[in-house]
């Protein structure tokens, strides 16, 4: 039976009125422009690049794991600019949200508890999950509601995160606070197994959760929602207004997420030292890249080595987006001894994809449309077969950046034609989000092995998204 089609006040309306409690499997009863395009507001508080600021410690996420663990998104209030209140939505309380740690081979039972005015459901973007346990705009419970997870965390050692998924409102609430990292683990990586590779553990290794926000005078957060997207004046890290850590002479690994709304970053470290690139979304690479800048676009990751066993006591080093011009992070070397040794050789084993059985093409239309479709929440738009290796084309139709990110699969990016004209280093290996610019067409290699059901593709420039830029398909 097809479910009817709704419009946004309808959408909303009769999903707040499913408060009740669901489980996995059960129905829900109803059911941009580029960064140099955009021109931001000056910040009320100083942190961006060349601003005088007083720095704060960076925040580090506590940490958890995932079995019988209650995730509960609420309104709260966190402490990011000096002397202010921010009113905030959390999960768990927390800006950003607990990093989960999960190993591979585990399981993963998880109640989300929706506390919210909105409906909500939480992604795991990038795990590989059975449709029930995605988090599918269809699957929104609404406030006071829950929703039971119940999966294997089956896959490679990774940076993921999670993040809310509900039609029309995934910008705001991600806006608002809603977001954590979550690291898998196994044998290769760090955490199952010893440590094979020698990577940094402990203190050693630190997500960073990179976003903008603007605030008002009083410390409020500023947002709009219109379709062009939404580029905060300020950047934090994980949750931290003009951050800084205090680092030994040894080596660092970091989780870099981009978890904007809509906002590129041109990465880069001030005394011109390079990252030491070991993984992006889908873990580790099959080698190491020394790279002097990484580009990350909203919901890519990317798994880098820093190396400060030079940095003596007094020494700082700023981690900047060389776009906006913001000093994003701040290092501080403490001369204290450190440890750490920067890998070589092989890192992983990534089998090519090859051999495509069958093309499709996808066209990512001015801000609302592939394919020239606004996002039909009831429709299945096309079928995958399981098991078989197809080649997928995005092409940007106007109002680029684009990051395309698929559910329920990693896939492989196989040429870049047009505007930057290349692969990078970082889209090597597995990817689930791959950004592509106005005048560029990308391909990748696809193949889905883990399970069969009803997945999403979209534009992870979130305000595209709500606006539409996402289709439904079936894997058969």
Known sequence: MTPPKLSRREFVRTAALTGGSLSIGGIVSACGVDNHHH??????FAAGGGQAAAR??????????PGGFVLRAAPGTASIVPGKSTPTWMY?????????????????TVT???????????????????????GHPRQVVGPGGSYSYDFPVNQRAALDWYHPHPHMMTGEQVYR????????????????????????????????????????????????????????????????????LDVSRGVYRFRLLNGCNARVLRLALTNGATF???GNDGGLLDQVYALSEITAAPGERFDVLVDFRSLGAGG??????????????????????????????????????????????????????????VYDISAI????????????????NGNGPHPVHVHGVVFQVQSRTGGRGRVYEWERGWKDTVLVHDGETVEVLIRFTAHRGLYIMHCHQLAHEDAGMMANFMVV
Request: no cysteine; glycine share 12%.
């Open 381 to 396: 738009e096309f079928s995958v077969p399981f098991d078989v290796t197809e080649r997928w084309t995005f092409v940007t």
């Open 276 to 278: 030491t690139l070991i």
């Open 112 to 134: 989300f508890e929706n506390g919210l005015p909105q409906p909500s459901i939480t992604h795991w973007h990038g795990l590989l999950v059975d449709s029930p346990n995605d």
């Open 177 to 244: 606070g809603l977001a954590g990292a979550l690291i898998v683990r196994d044998a290769v990586d760090t955490g199952l197994a010893g440590n094979p590779l020698g990577l940094p553990v402990g203190g050693y290794e630190i997500p960073l959760i990179i976003r903008d926000a603007s605030f008002d005078s009083r410390g409020n957060f500023q947002f709009s929602n219109k379709s062009s997207g939404f580029w905060g004046n300020t950047p934090l890290v994980n949750g931290t207004l003009a951050p800084y």
């Open 316 to 373: 700082t080093v700023m981690l900047r987006d060389a776009d906006a011009k913001w000093d994003v992070l701040e290092f501080r070397g403490t001369g204290a001894a450190g440890a750490g040794t920067l890998p070589t050789g092989a890192l992983s084993t990534i089998p090519a994809l090859a051999s495509p059985a069958t093309s499709r093409r996808f066209t990512f239309d001015g801000m609302t449309r592939i394919n020239g479709k």
């Open 56 to 65: 704060s410690p960076l925040r580090i996420p506590a940490s958890t794991t």
């Open 92 to 108: 768990n309380g927390q800006f950003p949200g607990p990093t989960i740690v999960a190993g591979s081979g585990t399981r993963a």
């Open 39 to 44: 021109m931001p507001t000056e910040p009320a």
